[in-house]
């Protein structure tokens, strides 16, 4: 066993250019939303839309060059690559390895990893045991997603809150000492598929043959995701002899604000500690946390040596927690 800790070492995001509003939902025909509705129940306010042919592995691409340029590390670093998604290129080859080959990367090894929405929560905990383990040293953990294209479109109860996009952080493997107590100090990871069916793809390569929809039970998902989510907070704080006046910042996924204060109020953390872009991002699914941490880590918020705690719930249901002090 290695004694490397995993240090985020870069952070990157990628957004589809096209922004859509929730004005411009509401003028939809027959679709019979509001912007009020949607600003009350959410929080949400616009989310990006990936151009036609634009597709997760480019955009995980574009994410990644960005947190490898920020690392100050390039193909030659790269030894694994872990794509959390939910809407892969195609079912085979990876995303992640569609994703190594725009990157110029030609060694290591590349997977996807389906957890949904608590994706990239699942991608760092494998990536924190690879390193940990001295399987893998430099290692691009992405979230990408383009859920728009699994949606259905005429249900207003699930078109209005997805949204496209793309994260990416680069971990590095040091030693201990180097690391200065920097790095991934655990992850959470949990699964009950006894409720999948109440946020499902209705359909896939190995059912249907097709891609299928997203359909949620939304009230339901809700009340799992105030408790669960809660437990895996106070999870990954003891697990670290950690309290709620330890951590600096709240980098939850990004489905719905309401849930996002709820876990706020349990930390005792103020909103302004609480990095949220579910307004102009809406859910991104396995992007949302890593688009969230580039937009804080890049615009300054967070700081070196900043406390940082990870959060996610989503289709499985799966969900977790991860902390890192960055
Ligand atoms: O990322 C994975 C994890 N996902 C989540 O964490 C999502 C968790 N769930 C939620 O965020 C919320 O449950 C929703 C935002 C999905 C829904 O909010 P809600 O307050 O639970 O509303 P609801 O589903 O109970 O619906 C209330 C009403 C219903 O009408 P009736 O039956 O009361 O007449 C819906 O038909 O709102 C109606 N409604 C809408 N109205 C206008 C549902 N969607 C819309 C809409 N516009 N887009």
């Known amino acids: 066993m290695s004694s490397l800790r995993a240090v985020i070492a870069g ?13 411009e939902l509401a003028a939809w025909k027959g679709l019979e939303t509001s912007d009020s509705w949607i600003v009350e129940r959410t929080g949400i306010r616009r989310r990006h839309i990936a151009a036609p042919g634009e597709s997760a ?5 574009a994410a990644a060059r960005a947190a490898l340029a920020q690392a100050g590390a390039g193909p030659a670093d790269v030894d694994a690559i872990i794509v959390a998604t939910s809407t892969p290129d195609s079912a085979f080859p990876a ?10 990367v030609a060694r290591g090894f590349a997977f996807d990893l389906a957890a949904a929405c608590t994706g990239f929560i699942y991608a760092l905990g494998v990536a924190d045991a690879l390193i940990r383990t001295g399987q893998a040293r430099g290692v691009l953990v992405i979230g990408t997603e383009v859920y728009s294209r699994i949606l259905d479109w005429a249900d207003r109860g699930t078109c209005v809150l997805f949204g496209d996009g793309a994260g990416a952080v680069f971990l590095r493997g040091l030693p201990l000492a180097e690391a200065g107590g920097r790095g991934l100090l655990s992850t959470h990871m949990h699964a009950d598929g006894r409720h999948g069916d109440i946020l499902v793809v ?10 299928g929809v997203v359909r949620m039970a939304g009230r339901e998902v809700f009340k799992h995701a105030v408790t669960k989510l809660a437990a895996a907070v106070d999870e990954a704080l003891a697990a670290n002899g950690l309290g709620h006046g330890d951590v600096n910042w709240l980098v939850p996924h990004q489905a719905n604000l309401r849930i996002i204060e709820a876990m706020g109020r349990k930390l005792h953390l103020p909103l302004e500690r609480v990095v949220v872009t579910v307004d102009r991002h809406a859910n991104t699914s396995a992007a949302s946390i890593p688009l969230a941490l580039a937009e804080a880590a890049r615009d300054g918020r967070i700081k070196t040596g900043d406390l ?19």
């Not at 592995?57 to 691409?61: L, R």
């Not at 719930?313 to 927690?321: F, K, P």
């Open 202 to 211: 209705d359909g896939g390569a190995g059912t249907t043959g097709g891609t």
């Open 11 to 23: 952070t990157g995001g990628y957004l589809p250019e096209r922004s859509l509003s929730n004005d």
């Open 308 to 326: 940082v705690l990870m959060e996610a719930i989503g289709g499985g249901l799966t969900w977790g927690a991860a902390l890192a002090r960055f």
């Open 95 to 104: 995303t992640a390895t569609r994703i190594q080959a725009k990157l110029g």
């Open 57 to 61: 592995s480019d955009m995980g691409a």
